[in-house]
């Protein structure tokens, strides 16, 4: 009961941050679709990790997931998985050689998938197990 | 239990009675003195295995090596009648490293039409001779033909370049490959040209990371968590045998070939959600490229069998082909660095993805490849500490682990051969097997 006061004290100043965050929504509605999507409209649901996990390299891929919470991963896998085989419809129908930037970009969310997949599927942690500081670059990979 | 058969002798080791069935010591994995006689007896002799042919694709491609072993750097380039050349990494003048870029011990690669000096800018032809001088006229007595690089000994086979270091061979590379090499030869290596290069400072000798990947008696067990849980028991109950082995000669290669008829897998539960749906993982792609692969060369596939999934060339001394049966295929080599150190490189071989599909379930081979290899590496470094310790000097080595033994006793026998030639005293007790 004595916390009603705070609570009630609060609202307030919330409701106050209520027509600020408004104002940006229209900018940001029209930034969305030319410039800040990374990838095609299609996959608009997976957009969300896309400027973390669309890494170019194999060794970017694997420095992020060494650095990823399990919790982070799972979230990652859980959205990209169920769309993996529509994603690969997708790009299919495109010159692998010649992939527009946010045909790449969805590749590479899938490579990131791929990467992560044996510490979510089932280590349960992010690098191999008794693998300690061992280390194995990946530093010739096609570019795609 | 035996699931395959083995030679009439009842086992594959008494199949080649000179290698023993008894324990072995891995002093020479330890010793400092024995190395350096290594790099002598071996590594500056042997064909070496530096590339293939696509890295130097057209006139003035280049890439260099360096071969600590042999205490060199080396450039392999194609000269302009379309021929391989190879000569040690110095300027004539005064020892510069000839080519290199930023960091004196890194390699390099890339294309041009010269050589030329960074220190006083002298320059080199592709074929190696000398073609210009700062103020020639300062020198003395002097004649440009006379300062050409050192050359190299260079050669192909298969498309694999190899070079040799000996100021003579004592055999061409094709006499060295011997019956393995007419094995294999006719492969579609060529056609398999999409690759992820693998590199790692390992700290272990340079035969501990081969007899690792030697054997496959270690992986049912060291790789069991890369394993959904109920196919990782049933693999370790069963363990592993190999299909064959066959030990050349004393070449030093040897071969193993095993079953492996996950590609695709009996049962899709046995592996991991993504493999599934990918249809890939450690074994590659699941379905073959569009390339033939009817007509195998005979070196593959030695006993015939049905469930046929690869086989591993040792090729003597720090070199392995690993084809594998759904077409594609890896190479490793081994670069000591010190006795307790070497520089791993693997590299994987597709055949070039003909769309997205392809190319994801490449990714997923090679990120699959690297984590087998992470606890493959790492493990050696947990040997190599305690192997130092030499609290234990006899190790026993089941029939599963025969060409590890292949690979100390020829090793072994070179270095013996050379110092008696040299009149250099004894440096490890016993008689090589
Ligand atoms: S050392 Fe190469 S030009 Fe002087
Ligand atoms: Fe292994």
Redesign the pocket.
């Known amino acids: 009961m004595t916390q009603l006061p705070e609570e009630t004290a609060l609202l307030p100043e919330e409701t106050a941050l209520v027509p600020e965050e408004t104002a940006l929504v229209p900018e940001e509605t029209a930034l969305l679709p030319e410039e800040t999507a990374l990838l095609p409209e299609e996959f608009a649901d997976l957009e969300p990790f896309a400027e973390r996990w669309a890494l170019e390299t194999e060794a970017e891929r694997y420095a992020e997931r060494l650095t990823s919470s399990m919790d982070d991963m799972q979230d990652l896998y859980d959205t990209t998985m169920p769309r993996m085989e529509a994603a690969l419809s997708y790009l299919d129908t495109l010159e692998l050689e010649a992939l527009p930037g946010e045909a790449r970009a969805l590749m590479r969310l899938l490579f990131s998938t791929v990467n992560i997949s044996f510490p979510v599927e089932v280590w349960k942690q992010p690098n191999v197990p008794d693998s300690g500081a061992a280390y194995l670059d990946l530093h010739d990979d096609p570019v795609v | 239990m035996t699931h395959f058969p083995k030679p009439a002798e009842g086992s594959w080791t008494e199949h080649y009675p000179h290698l023993g069935t008894g324990t072995i010591s891995y002093e020479d994995s330890i010793s400092p003195e024995y190395f350096e006689l290594e790099k002598e007896a071996i590594f500056k002799r042997s064909w070496l295995n530096v590339g293939r042919v696509e890295q130097v694709p057209k006139v003035g491609s280049f890439f260099t090596r360096e071969v600590a072993a042999a205490d060199t750097s080396v450039i392999i380039v194609r000269d302009r009648d379309g021929s391989l050349r190879a000569f040690h990494n110095i300027?004539?003048?005064?020892?510069?490293k000839?080519v290199w870029t930023d960091y004196p011990s890194e390699e390099v690669a890339g294309s041009c039409r010269q050589f030329t000096?960074?220190?006083?800018?002298?320059r080199y032809n592709l074929d190696g001779n000398l073609n210009f001088v700062?103020q020639e006229d300062e020198f003395f007595d002097f004649d440009k033909a006379d300062y050409p690089l050192v050359p190299v000994h260079v050669d192909t086979w298969e498309g694999f370049i190899f070079i040799n270091l000996a100021p003579e061979p004592t055999e061409t590379l094709a006499e060295s490959l011997g019956e393995m090499g007419t094995g294999l030869a006719g492969y579609p290596f060529g056609e398999m040209t999409q690759t992820f290069g693998y590199r790692a400072v390992v700290n272990a000798n340079w035969k501990l990371f081969i007899d690792a990947f030697a054997e496959f008696y270690h992986a049912p067990i060291l790789h069991q968590r890369q394993s959904v849980d109920t196919e990782a028991t049933k693999l370790a109950a069963f363990g592993f045998e190999a299909l064959h082995y066959e030990i050349f000669g004393d070449s030093g290669h040897s071969m193993v070939s095993t079953w492996g008829g996950m590609s695709p897998p009996k049962d899709p539960m046995m592996v991991k959600p993504i493999e599934r749906i990918l249809r890939s993982g450690l074994f590659g792609p699941w379905d073959k490229p569009d390339i033939d692969l009817s007509q195998l060369p005979t070196g593959l596939n030695p006993s015939g069998h049905r469930a046929w999934g690869s086989d591993s060339f040792q090729i003597f001394p720090n070199f392995v082909i690993l084809v594998w049966e759904p077409g594609w295929y890896l190479t490793y080599n081994y670069w000591p660095l010190a006795v307790d150190q070497h520089l791993f490189e693997g590299r994987l071989y597709f055949a070039p993805p003909r769309n997205a599909t392809d190319r994801v379930r490449q990714e997923l081979a090679a990120v699959t490849f690297k984590e087998y290899a992470l606890q493959d590496g790492n493990t050696l470094e947990a040997t190599q500490r305690m192997l130092k310790s030499r609290v234990v000097s006899a190790f026993p080595l089941c029939d599963q682990e025969v060409l590890c033994r292949n690979l100390h006793s020829v090793a072994r026998s070179r270095v013996e051969a050379y110092r008696t030639e040299n009149d250099i005293p004894v440096v490890l007790e016993g008689q090589p097997r």
Request: charged fraction near 20%; proline fraction near 0%; aromatic fraction near 14%.
């Open positions: 300027c004539r003048h005064r020892g510069n000839l000096c960074k220190y006083h800018g002298w700062q």
